[in-house]
Nanobody, 115 residues
Protein backbone atom coordinates (compact mmCIF):
# COMPACT_ATOMS: atom_id res chain seq x y z
CA UNK A 1 0.00 0.00 0.00
CA UNK A 2 1.32 3.39 -0.94
CA UNK A 3 -0.06 6.91 -0.70
CA UNK A 4 2.00 9.75 -2.17
CA UNK A 5 0.89 13.34 -1.73
CA UNK A 6 2.00 16.19 -3.95
CA UNK A 7 0.98 19.71 -4.90
CA UNK A 8 1.89 21.61 -1.78
CA UNK A 9 3.84 24.83 -1.80
CA UNK A 10 3.87 28.49 -0.88
CA UNK A 11 0.82 30.53 -1.79
CA UNK A 12 -0.42 33.99 -0.91
CA UNK A 13 -3.59 34.48 1.16
CA UNK A 14 -6.62 34.19 -1.08
CA UNK A 15 -4.83 31.90 -3.47
CA UNK A 16 -5.51 28.31 -4.47
CA UNK A 17 -3.70 24.99 -4.55
CA UNK A 18 -4.68 21.50 -5.58
CA UNK A 19 -3.21 18.62 -3.64
CA UNK A 20 -3.01 15.14 -5.11
CA UNK A 21 -2.72 11.77 -3.44
CA UNK A 22 -1.59 8.97 -5.74
CA UNK A 23 -2.64 5.59 -4.40
CA UNK A 24 -1.46 2.08 -5.18
CA UNK A 25 -1.46 -1.38 -3.71
CA UNK A 26 -5.13 -1.64 -2.87
CA UNK A 27 -8.54 -1.39 -4.49
CA UNK A 28 -8.89 2.35 -4.55
CA UNK A 29 -12.57 2.50 -5.42
CA UNK A 30 -13.49 0.44 -2.33
CA UNK A 31 -12.19 2.77 0.34
CA UNK A 32 -13.29 6.01 1.90
CA UNK A 33 -10.52 8.58 1.63
CA UNK A 34 -9.73 11.43 3.99
CA UNK A 35 -7.47 14.45 4.16
CA UNK A 36 -5.95 15.51 7.43
CA UNK A 37 -3.63 18.36 8.26
CA UNK A 38 -1.18 19.20 10.98
CA UNK A 39 -0.15 22.75 11.71
CA UNK A 40 3.05 23.53 13.61
CA UNK A 41 2.76 22.70 17.30
CA UNK A 42 -0.79 21.41 16.88
CA UNK A 43 -2.50 18.05 16.77
CA UNK A 44 -3.29 16.47 13.44
CA UNK A 45 -6.87 17.34 12.50
CA UNK A 46 -9.35 15.94 10.06
CA UNK A 47 -10.20 18.19 7.09
CA UNK A 48 -12.36 16.29 4.60
CA UNK A 49 -13.82 12.90 3.69
CA UNK A 50 -15.00 11.37 0.44
CA UNK A 51 -16.87 8.09 0.79
CA UNK A 52 -16.28 5.10 -1.43
CA UNK A 53 -19.95 4.45 -2.05
CA UNK A 54 -22.16 7.26 -3.17
CA UNK A 55 -19.36 9.75 -3.21
CA UNK A 56 -20.61 11.70 -0.21
CA UNK A 57 -18.38 14.48 1.03
CA UNK A 58 -17.86 15.88 4.49
CA UNK A 59 -15.79 18.85 5.58
CA UNK A 60 -14.50 20.33 8.78
CA UNK A 61 -16.13 23.65 9.55
CA UNK A 62 -12.77 25.38 9.14
CA UNK A 63 -12.56 24.43 5.43
CA UNK A 64 -16.20 24.09 4.42
CA UNK A 65 -17.08 26.22 1.41
CA UNK A 66 -13.42 26.67 0.45
CA UNK A 67 -12.04 23.13 -0.06
CA UNK A 68 -13.33 20.47 -2.42
CA UNK A 69 -12.42 16.81 -2.15
CA UNK A 70 -12.63 14.54 -5.18
CA UNK A 71 -11.28 11.31 -6.62
CA UNK A 72 -10.46 9.79 -9.97
CA UNK A 73 -10.88 6.05 -9.66
CA UNK A 74 -9.38 5.47 -13.10
CA UNK A 75 -6.16 7.27 -12.13
CA UNK A 76 -6.38 6.02 -8.51
CA UNK A 77 -5.74 9.57 -7.39
CA UNK A 78 -7.48 11.61 -4.80
CA UNK A 79 -7.53 15.42 -4.70
CA UNK A 80 -8.07 18.37 -2.42
CA UNK A 81 -8.81 21.63 -4.19
CA UNK A 82 -8.11 24.44 -1.77
CA UNK A 83 -9.45 27.91 -2.53
CA UNK A 84 -9.46 31.20 -0.65
CA UNK A 85 -6.52 30.03 1.38
CA UNK A 86 -5.80 31.64 4.72
CA UNK A 87 -2.61 31.77 6.80
CA UNK A 88 -4.28 29.41 9.28
CA UNK A 89 -4.44 26.77 6.54
CA UNK A 90 -0.66 26.46 6.79
CA UNK A 91 0.06 22.84 7.65
CA UNK A 92 1.35 19.53 6.40
CA UNK A 93 -1.49 17.80 4.58
CA UNK A 94 -1.88 14.03 4.66
CA UNK A 95 -4.15 11.66 2.78
CA UNK A 96 -5.50 8.69 4.67
CA UNK A 97 -7.73 5.69 4.57
CA UNK A 98 -8.67 3.09 7.11
CA UNK A 99 -9.10 -0.59 6.39
CA UNK A 100 -9.46 -3.48 8.76
CA UNK A 101 -8.86 -1.26 11.75
CA UNK A 102 -5.55 0.02 10.42
CA UNK A 103 -4.86 3.56 9.24
CA UNK A 104 -2.72 4.19 6.18
CA UNK A 105 -0.98 7.54 5.65
CA UNK A 106 1.04 9.28 3.03
CA UNK A 107 4.24 11.16 3.82
CA UNK A 108 2.51 14.54 3.71
CA UNK A 109 2.89 17.68 1.64
CA UNK A 110 3.62 21.12 3.08
CA UNK A 111 1.24 23.98 2.40
CA UNK A 112 2.32 27.45 3.47
CA UNK A 113 -0.01 30.41 3.13
CA UNK A 114 1.86 33.64 3.55
CA UNK A 115 2.36 37.01 1.94
Amino acid sequence: VQLVESGGGLVQPGGSLRLSCAASGFTFSDVTMRWYRQAPRKEREWAATLTSTGGSTYYADSVKGRFIISRDNHLTTFYLQMNSLKPEDTAVYYCNFERGGRNYWGQGTQVTVSS
